[in-house]
């Protein structure tokens, strides 16, 4: 007679403070603060253009939150998929778009306050999104393991 044993383990997303006081998880949070503050400022004061910004502050506002997220409860490491490439390709792509976006801003900021201020933190954003790239690239080259194999042969 034979006796199966199956044993069900179950993990909950625990999260992962710690992560906040990290580089990426403090970029993360800049990041965020300042897409609010960019929003505000185009909410504020709309001008030709500011459709752009407004996607712009809008779209990274919420992939970012969505990936702080996934950080702080551990997701990232458990789903499938080449996570460090999609961020690095998302932080690229995001980083082009501020840029664009404070240009865009930076045209018309000679008509009111607010769109300055808008401009001054679209440039604050594509610089610390350009950082987190940095920092994407980094972890993406240190998740690709490099197998050498050596063979050698004593005669």
């Given at each position: 007679?034979?006796?199966?044993?199956?044993?069900?383990?179950?993990?909950?997303?625990?999260?992962?403070?710690?992560?906040?006081?990290?580089?990426?998880?403090?970029?993360?949070?800049?990041?965020?603060?300042?897409?609010?503050?960019?929003?505000?400022?185009?909410?504020?004061?709309?001008?030709?253009g500011s459709g752009w910004v407004?996607?712009?502050?809008?779209?990274?506002?919420?992939?970012?939150?969505?990936?702080?997220?996934?950080?702080?409860?551990?997701?990232?490491?458990?789903l499938a998929g080449p996570w460090?490439?999609?961020?690095?390709?998302?932080?690229?792509?995001?980083?082009?778009?501020?840029?664009?976006a404070a240009i865009v801003a930076?045209?018309?900021?000679?008509?009111?306050?607010?769109?300055?201020?808008?401009?001054?933190?679209?440039?604050?954003?594509?610089?610390?999104?350009?950082?987190?790239?940095?920092?994407?690239?980094?972890?993406?080259?240190?998740?690709?393991?490099?197998?050498?194999?050596?063979?050698?042969?004593?005669?």
């Amino acid at each position: 007679m034979t006796e199966t044993t199956t044993q069900t383990t179950t993990v909950s997303p625990a999260c992962q403070t710690q992560y906040l006081r990290s580089v990426p998880g403090i970029l993360k949070i800049v990041e965020i603060i300042l897409c609010l503050i960019v929003v505000i400022c185009v909410a504020v004061q709309g001008f030709p253009g500011s459709g752009w910004v407004w996607f712009t502050a809008i779209s990274a506002f919420v992939t970012t939150l969505i990936l702080l997220i996934f950080h702080l409860v551990g997701l990232v490491g458990r789903l499938a998929g080449p996570w460090p490439l999609i961020q690095f390709i998302y932080y690229i792509i995001i980083s082009v778009f501020f840029l664009i976006a404070a240009i865009v801003a930076a045209v018309y900021a000679r008509y009111h306050g607010a769109i300055i201020t808008a401009t001054v933190f679209s440039f604050g954003a594509t610089i610390v999104y350009a950082v987190d790239t940095y920092f994407q690239f980094v972890d993406w080259r240190s998740s690709q393991s490099v197998v050498v194999s050596t063979t050698t042969t004593s005669a």
